[in-house]
């Protein structure tokens, strides 16, 4: 005899049943895969020399506490270029998307700008302003090498972050627009009121994305000679023969790129469930 | 003589090689609602548009309170401060609660305090039901909920003339009625009303006059009574036919 208390109750174990089998599974096949792959690395010839030029704890201790305050250079750049990238880009892309012909040189600045500054591969930018405008010795400007690194990444990552804006505010239906103009806002008013909000909120996962690149990407004014991590550990590595130091920092990037991929997750997820309860308004 | 609020002549519009509007004349007196009928294509929703200045004519003229509107010199932005218009997709601001939805315009168009502007939002919120949503989003909102707020938003500037493009044609049957007795009530207050509907109830209800918009012209105008009850284009008569075809 089944009552419906009964069915529930027979159900509720098969699903207990399930989820213990799926978690037994889980765990094995973990154990399999990475202690596979674990004994592989032990177990290859070249393992101990791996483990002295790359792991030498040694040589990590010494090494960890000059990148971690070379670091900060990093850090500090990463956070200045990405706030002018979201003003330079956002621009970009307002600009892009006009449509008045009297803003037609502007609107051709910024592609060529977009299509020139994308064409480009970021180290050669960062090169080319860090050693080349210093060299034109022209007063007023900085000659910090590393400002000028910041503004080759500023522009580099702008072209691309103009790109992800301009298509977030091409997204917004134009209905949008045409409620925002028949309230009798200007153009400017629907854009900043009503476009752009919807824009960015759609884009932030690119926007992040490429925020995550860009924060591994400062490692490139290297070339310019500042003292920062990734320079730091070269010289460190260069003394000693030892490719520790770079692990190091590799370490601290990760430790700031992962949580920050995490959050996007979070951010991405969040926008799906909301998008799922609105739907087209 | 006070000039009608709003007055067409000779309007043409086409896109492309498309002719939409082929010469409109059209005078809506103050307190006037007049209703624009016919089947979809046939330039109802590009009469509106253009009234509107959200779509440039190619010829003809428009004129709001008997002021030129449709001369390049004239500022389109000032023109459309002074009327409303509501959507068929309700085109709500998903980003605003209903509140902010309503008061944007006052407050950033017209430079309405913010204090009045949302006292005044509250009052009308009030007034067609809606009390108690301010802070919801739109999403959060009925289909005829969310085309209340609209319509709300559409007048808290304080038009001289309200534009309502098929305001009905997204919604679930049963949701129809709640939107068109705030029109109604609208009319009742001596609101100016352009409405293209195909919801011919409520246009024998508050027509002052009726226009058979067909193939991007007038065909036929008249009183409801006229219009609905005594087509006398062959047209006209085809289009009712097939509406209570459909009904029965």
Redesign the interface.
């Known amino acids: 005899m089944h009552s419906p208390v009964d069915r529930r109750a027979v159900r509720a174990a098969a699903a207990r049943t399930a989820a213990r089998r799926g978690a037994v599974i889980a765990t094995v096949s973990s154990i399999v895969v990475i202690g596979g792959l674990i004994a592989a690395l032990v177990l290859s010839p070249g393992w101990d020399n791996f483990q002295s030029l790359f792991l030498s704890w040694s040589n990590f201790t010494a090494s960890f506490p000059s990148i971690f305050r070379a670091f900060w250079i990093d850090i500090k750049l990463f956070l200045i270029v990405e706030v002018a990238v979201l003003i330079v880009g956002l621009l970009v892309a307002v600009v892009r998307t006009t449509t008045s012909p009297a803003l037609f040189p502007l609107r051709l600045l910024a592609t060529l700008y977009v299509d020139i500054l994308r064409g480009i591969p970021t180290i050669l930018i960062v090169y080319l302003l860090g050693f080349g405008m210093p060299a034109l010795y022209i007063s007023g400007l900085p000659s910090d090498s590393l400002f000028w690194g910041g503004v080759g990444l500023t522009m580099s990552y702008s072209a691309y972050v103009g790109e992800v804006y301009r298509a977030g505010i091409l997204s917004v239906h134009p209905s949008q627009r045409a409620a925002a103009r028949s309230l009798g806002l200007s153009p400017a008013q629907s854009m900043r009121f009503v476009i752009l909000p919807q824009a960015i909120r759609r884009v932030l996962p690119a926007l992040l994305n490429d925020f995550i690149s860009l924060q591994k990407d400062v490692a490139l004014v290297s070339v310019l000679g500042p003292q920062e991590a990734f320079r730091v550990a070269q010289i460190y590595s260069a003394q000693t023969f030892n490719y520790t130091p770079i692990v190091a920092a590799a370490v601290l990037y990760i430790a700031v790129t992962i949580p920050m991929a995490r959050m996007v997750d979070r951010i991405q997820r969040r926008e799906r469930l909301s998008q799922g309860a609105g739907g087209i308004a | 003589m006070t000039p009608p609020v709003i007055e067409l002549r000779g309007v043409t519009k086409s896109f492309g090689t498309r002719e939409v509007l082929r010469g409109i004349d059209l005078i809506v007196p103050e307190h006037h609602a007049v209703v624009l009928i016919g089947s979809s294509g046939s330039g109802k929703s590009t009469l509106l548009?253009c009234i509107?200045l959200?779509e440039e004519i190619d010829d003809g003229d428009i004129f709001l309170d008997g002021e030129v509107i449709t001369d390049p010199r004239v500022h389109a932005?000032?023109a459309?401060?002074?009327?409303?218009?509501v959507?068929q997709?309700?085109?709500?601001?998903?980003?605003?609660n209903v509140l902010h939805n309503i008061t944007?315009?006052p407050t950033?168009?017209?430079r309405m305090p913010k204090s009045d502007a949302e006292a005044h939002a509250r009052e009308l919120l009030e007034r067609f039901g809606l009390a108690g949503r301010e802070h919801d989003y739109?999403?959060r909102l009925s289909g005829g909920q969310?085309q209340r707020v609209a319509i709300v938003?559409?007048i808290a500037?304080r038009p001289r003339l309200l534009l309502l493009d098929e305001i009905t044609s997204a919604l679930d049957p049963e949701l129809v009625g709640e939107v068109l007795d705030v029109v109604t009530e609208l009319k009742h207050d001596g609101m100016t009303m352009v409405i293209a509907t195909h919801e011919m109830e409520f246009a024998r209800n508050v027509a002052d006059q009726i226009c058979f918009v067909h193939e991007g012209r007038i065909h036929e105008h008249g009183t409801s009574e006229q219009i609905l009850n005594q087509p006398s284009t062959p047209e006209a008569q085809r289009f009712l036919r097939r509406l209570t075809d459909r009904a029965t």
């Open positions: 548009r509107n959200l932005d000032s459309r401060k002074r009327m409303g218009m959507f997709s309700f085109n709500l601001f998903p980003h605003r944007l315009a950033k168009a017209h739109p999403d969310q938003r559409a500037t």
